[in-house]
């Protein structure tokens, strides 16, 4: 049993001011796997204070004071990888190569990366008779989610950090255990006191109340479009700025060549990585009429090789994070079939002999770009194959759509593929499979409006300040 019962606020491990719990579900197991507190606005008034008193010192920091710290924090990181990945599949239910591999990978990668654009950032530049400084813009409440939950926070807190900003996470209910080793990682690292502070609870109380505290100067928030408009509305009063990463309903466009069928295959099996929760998913897989019924084939076979199952053994995935996110998956394959899609693999219900835990089949659809399960972010492995004509409709087809997050392109005619990205309506398109921490991230659209990862992400937390003659 893990106990989160306590939050991290000016340097301490502190009780909440009024006692409250709850427990924390393994989604493989359906048993109680720990428990966090549920923290209260006085908890987070005790933190936005400590950040506002730490902020002042800390925005004054070296460059080199805070390159020692954040390699101080890589270390404690470094030896605590292994713990980090088995909090992951125990929260969240991410096979365990998955979350002591990519899952923790993405952190360190972070990480690395904060330190690599801290090193040669230009905070300062003149720029004709104006000297252009960029200072941090204060205390940031950020708030994330439970599907990747070590990348979600790592990319908001290390930047956040490194530019010289003060802290207050709220981590998901649903996935508290990584958030709360890397608070004590940080911890250990030596963050002086008040620089990160983590209270945990609902986002209905700690989130809200972040986003509406007078003294909170921005709110990165990653998450779902509702709950984004929410923070929205919520932070206007006090003129906060609000950076959003919310869902997507990415499209991933295949060429009409002789790789297809290992194309469709890869973006298939793509799809159930993490059980399908992953907002840049390419959840729409658009593939040529001409060459559909091979699609659908390659299709079939790549989703029914995707092994399910105990996500402490070899299995390629897990189970969705909870009973609420079960339902909904299994509300959209039940709406799917409803409204008239082709059921190519998996469908209702739990795999065959898998009788408890959250477990979906990597399910599979042929349909069209207006049905609902082409237009909302299902959040779970299933996917939707639709044909296109030529290049113009796979590029209508794929910007029909209120988000736009990502988007893969696959096939070897690689000017037809980057064509095809600079025409799609998206804030990160993947051509054939590559990979670049440095790259921002962010949606056009319903998606978003920030850009994390990089140095765009440290443009986030950055007031630009103009001193002229
Ligand atoms: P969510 O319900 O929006 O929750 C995200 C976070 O916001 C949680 O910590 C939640 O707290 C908190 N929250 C809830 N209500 C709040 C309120 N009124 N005010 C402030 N905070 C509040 O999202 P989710 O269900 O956890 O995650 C799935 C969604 O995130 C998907 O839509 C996915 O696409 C999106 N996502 C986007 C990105 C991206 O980078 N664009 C990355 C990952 C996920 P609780 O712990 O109480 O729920
Ligand atoms: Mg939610």
């Known amino acids: 049993m893990r106990n989160c019962t306590q939050f991290y606020i000016d340097g301490r491990w502190t009780d909440p001011v009024t006692p409250a719990t709850a427990d924390v579900i393994n989604p493989a197991t359906e048993q109680v796997s720990g428990v966090i507190s549920l923290g209260s606005e006085a908890d987070v008034d005790l933190a936005v204070k ?7 010192s800390w925005s004054q920091s070296s460059v080199a004071e805070r390159l020692d710290l954040l390699r101080a924090i890589q270390a404690g990181y470094a030896a605590r990888m292994q713990e980090l990945g088995e909090a992951v599949t125990e929260e969240m239910g991410a ?24 090193e040669t950032f230009r905070f300062e530049e003149q720029k004709g008779p104006t000297l252009l400084v960029r200072e941090p813009i204060g205390v940031c409440g950020l708030i994330t989610p439970w599907n ?3 990348n979600q926070v790592t990319v908001k807190v290390f930047p956040a950090l490194a530019t010289g900003c003060t802290t207050v996470l709220k981590p998901p209910q649903l996935a508290p255990y990584s958030a709360q080793i890397l608070a004590e990682i940080l911890d250990k690292a030596g963050v002086p006191a008040g620089v990160f502070n983590m209270v945990q609870g609902k986002g209905s109380v700690i989130g809200a109340a972040l986003s509406r505290h007078p003294d909170v100067d921005m709110i990165s928030f990653t998450g779902s479009e509702p709950v984004g408009v929410q923070i929205s509305k919520d932070a206007a009063d006090t003129v906060k700025r609000v950076g959003l990463e919310l869902g997507g309903k990415s499209a991933w466009v295949i060429l009409d060549d002789d790789q297809l069928a290992a194309n469709v295959a890869a973006a298939t099996s793509g799809m159930m990585v993490n059980a399908g929760q992953t907002c840049s998913a390419g959840s729409r897989l658009l593939v040529p009429n001409a060459r559909l019924a091979e699609a659908l084939a390659a299709a079939r076979s790549a989703a029914e090789t995707v092994t399910v199952g105990d996500p402490l053994s070899d299995v390629a995935m897990g189970p969705v994070v909870s009973k609420a996110q079960w339902n909904v998956v299994q509300d959209y394959i039940a709406k799917g079939l409803d409204e ?46 639709i044909g296109y004509d030529d290049m113009d409709d796979a590029v209508a087809i794929a910007n029909d759509s209120p988000f736009g997050l990502g988007g893969y392109v696959s096939g070897q005619d690689r000017d037809t593929a980057i064509a095809i990205a600079r025409r799609m309506r998206t804030g990160a398109i993947w051509v054939n499979g590559g990979f670049d ?29 103009s001193i002229i003659g």
């Open 340 to 385: 008239g899609a082709e059921l190519i693999a998996g469908g209702l219900g739990r795999p065959e002999g898998i009788d408890r835990g959250y477990f979906c089949k990597p399910t599979v659809f042929r349909g069209t770009n207006d049905m609902v399960i082409a237009r909302e972010e299902i959040f779970g492995p299933v996917l939707v194959i």
């Open 50 to 56: 400590a950040a506002r008193c730490a902020f002042g």
């Open 437 to 465: 921490f440095h790259a921002p991230f962010g949606g056009y659209k319903r998606s978003g409006n920030g850009r994390e990862w990089g140095e765009h992400g440290f443009a986030e937390y950055l007031e630009v300040k």
């Open 148 to 150: 990747w939950p070590l």
């Open 95 to 118: 096979p365990l190569s998955l979350g002591t591999g990519f899952h923790v990978g993405l952190g360190a990668g972070h990480l690395q990366t904060a330190i690599e654009v801290l």
